[in-house]
């Protein structure tokens, strides 16, 4: 009767020290858009030495291979190159702590990625233009070689006000200098 219970209470134990594959990253049969930047499968449990995966193209030769994840001991993990569109299969194999080997595969494709399509910038003219109104009076449109003068970039708005400040300043102080010099001179009495 002991003999008996200690074998049900050693067999789930025993069962329990397989690394049973879970699920993989990209899943099972996934259409992935793009390369994948990384290969997981998912165990269980804690994995044992010489548990690794391989990473196979569409005619079978190995591509990449990879071990046990370090972030994470219940992980395989591969770091891919860039991966081409096409099918791949990952084999893998799982030691668990009792020694139990486990194998099997993945599959998952790579398409195309979807490339955004660029955003529609306005040209110039529609930039410009305002929109039409009711109450505005036709305008003739500028031609459309630019002047010389239209070329030369615009002084930035404070140089521009600088210079309207400083030009009365300095014609002030040029005539009060002027009517200074003059009055002095006409105040000076004259030598005989």
């Keep these: 009767m002991l003999l ?57 030769a190995t591509i990449a291979t990879g071990t046990i994840d370090p972030a994470n001991p219940t992980r395989l993990r591969i770091d891919p190159p860039e991966l081409q569109p096409g099918d791949y299969e990952v084999q893998w194999k799982s030691f668990a702590d009792d020694g139990h080997l486990e194998t099997g595969t ?27 109104s009711a109450s505005a009076a036709p305008t003739v449109s500028a031609p459309s070689t630019p002047s010389p003068a239209a070329a030369e970039p615009s002084p930035p708005a404070s140089a521009a006000g600088a210079s309207d400040v400083l030009l009365p300043i300095i014609a002030a102080v040029v005539i009060v200098g002027a009517l200074g010099g003059y009055l002095l001179m006409r105040r000076r009495p004259a030598r005989s």
Excluded: C, K, W, Y
């Design 4 to 60: 008996a219970l200690g074998a049900l209470i050693a067999v789930p134990a025993v069962v329990a020290a397989h690394a049973e594959f879970e699920r993989s990253r990209p899943e099972d049969g996934e259409t992935v858009q793009g390369s994948p930047n990384v290969i997981r499968a998912f165990f269980s449990e804690e994995l044992g030495d010489g548990s690794e995966m391989a990473l196979l193209d569409e005619d079978g």
């Design 106 to 132: 993945f599959t998952f494709t790579v398409s195309a990625p979807v490339t955004p399509p660029p955003s529609l910038a306005p040209t110039p003219s529609e930039e410009l233009s305002a929109p039409p």
